[in-house]
C-alpha cells in the first residue's frame, strides 16, 4: 500500500475495465495470524453429480475440519469453478451471513477457472460458496486459515520475480514434472518464512494442463488450470520447506512458468 494509503493497478496494453474488492487488511502487530496447511480437499461437488444452479450454493465446514481448529475465523481456500454453462460467477462468504455484492471467480461457458479465496467463516464454522446464474460443478481445496492463537504474521515485499522457465534452459517442465523455486537470500529480514504468498503463471502449455505449488508432499489438487496455447494465473499461499523454497509442479505436456512473490509469513 502507498504511504497515502492508495493501491495502484497498472494494464500493461489496450483498454480494460477493472473491479477491485476489498477482503481484508493487514496491520503490524495486529489482528489474526496465519497457519499454513498442507493443501486439502475439501469438496467436489462433481463427486455427488450435482453442480450448483443460478442463485445455488453449497456450505462447506472448514472450522473443526480439517486440522482447523474450531477458533479459526476465517479460511485461504483455492476455489474452482467447472463445468459452467453460462457465463457466471461465484461468491464466497461467511455461512449464515447475507451474500455480498461481489464476485471471487467469474467463468464462461466450459472453461475451469481457480481462485485463490481468504473467506470469513461463519458462527457455524462454514464458508459459503454461492453461483449466481447457470450451472456449474465447484472444487474447494483448504490452504490455511487465521486465528487468534496462530503464530505467523505477514510481511509484503515489493514484487520480486523468482521464476520464469522462459528465460532458461531447458526452461519448459515436462508432464508430472516439479520445477524447485527459492527464496532469494535477505527477503525474510531475520525471519524463518514458513509460507510465501506467490502469483503463479502458466504460459503457452502444449496441451491442457493444471499446475500445483507445493512444498515437502504434493498433493493431488491444483492451483492453475489452462488450456493448450494460454496463459493462466492465480494467486497462491503456499508452504515453504527448510531450504526456504517450495515446487511448481506440472501435470501433462509441457509448460512455461512464471513465480512472482508478493509476501511471506512467519513467527515475530
Not at 8 to 32: E, F, I, M, Q
Not at 177 to 189: C, H, I, N
Amino acid at each position: 500500500m502507498n504511504a497515502d494509503g492508495t493501491v495502484a493497478l497498472r494494464n500493461s496494453s489496450g483498454t480494460t475495465h477493472v473491479v477491485a474488492d476489498l477482503s481484508g487488511y493487514y496491520r503490524p502487530n495486529d489482528g489474526r495470524r496465519f497457519t499454513p496447511l498442507t493443501p486439502q480437499w475439501l469438496i467436489d461437488t462433481r463427486d455427488t453429480g450435482t453442480p450448483l444452479g443460478g442463485r445455488g450454493k453449497v456450505s462447506v465446514q472448514v472450522a473443526g475440519n480439517a486440522r482447523v481448529p474450531s477458533s479459526a475465523t476465517a479460511a485461504v481456500l483455492n476455489v474452482t469453478v467447472t463445468e459452467g454453462q453460462k457465463d457466471g460467477y461465484l461468491t464466497a462468504y461467511a455461512s449464515g451471513t447475507p451474500r455480498p455484492g461481489t464476485s471471487n471467480i467469474n467463468y464462461a461457458p466450459g472453461q475451469t477457472v481457480p481462485n485463490q479465496v481468504i473467506a470469513p467463516i461463519g458462527a457455524d464454522g462454514r464458508v459459503t460458496i454461492e453461483n449466481n446464474d447457470g450451472s456449474a460443478h465447484v472444487v474447494v481445496d483448504l490452504a490455511g486459515y487465521y486465528d487468534a492463537n496462530c503464530a505467523d504474521l505477514f510481511t509484503p515485499v515489493r514484487p520480486a520475480r523468482l521464476l520464469d522457465t522462459r528465460e532458461s534452459y531447458p526452461g519448459l517442465i515436462g508432464p508430472d514434472q516439479s520445477k524447485y523455486v527459492t527464496l532469494p537470500a535477505g527477503l525474510d529480514g531475520g525471519v524463518n518464512p514458513d509460507s510465501a504468498v506467490v502469483n503463479v503463471t502458466a504460459v503457452q502449455p502444449t496441451t491442457d494442463t493444471h499446475l500445483t505449488v507445493w512444498a515437502n508432499t504434493r498433493q493431488y489438487t491444483s492451483n492453475v488450470n489452462v488450456t493448450k496455447g494460454g496463459t493462466a494465473a492465480n494467486h497462491v499461499t503456499t508452504q515453504i520447506d527448510g531450504n526456504h523454497g517450495f515446487n511448481v509442479y506440472n501435470h501433462a505436456g509441457s509448460t512455461h512458468a512464471v513465480a512472482d512473490l508478493f509476501g511471506y509469513f512467519g513467527k515475530d
